[in-house]
């Protein structure tokens, strides 16, 4: 499976900004899917998740009411809606797909990555 991120630039503090995946392959409605992201000098950490169908997702606390994960399977492809952003928001953004169907925070469970996206919030 490959993935490819885009979407991502510079917004204003409070602005929004939607971020695409779009992945290869067929299997890819069979996919829990993740949106990660890494500010510079920290590790990469959990943005949200969303099952293969699209009923279940989840998100960190962080972005919880104001982030939203959405799936189409017909054209192989996951979104983040990004709303009330604020400066802390501003990393790498990076799509990653997890061959199970079991839900997961965890970066290292799951199997492929995108490429990553800048998202820059000013203040």
């Known amino acids: 499976v490959q993935l490819q991120a885009s979407g991502g630039g510079l917004v204003q503090a409070g602005g929004s900004l939607r971020l695409s995946c779009a992945a290869s392959g067929r299997t890819f409605s069979r996919y829990v899917m993740g949106w990660f992201r890494q500010a510079p000098g920290k590790e990469r950490e959990f943005v949200g998740c969303?099952?293969?169908?699209?009923?279940?997702?989840y998100y960190a606390d962080s972005v919880k009411g104001r982030f939203t994960i959405s799936r189409d399977n017909a054209k192989n492809s996951v979104y983040l809606e990004m709303n009330s952003m604020r400066p802390e928001d501003t990393a790498v953004y990076y799509c990653a797909a997890r061959t199970s169907a079991i839900l997961s925070t965890n970066v290292r469970e799951y199997d492929y990555w995108g490429q990553g996206t800048l998202v820059t919030v000013s203040s």
């Open positions: 969303i099952s293969w169908s699209g009923g279940s997702r």
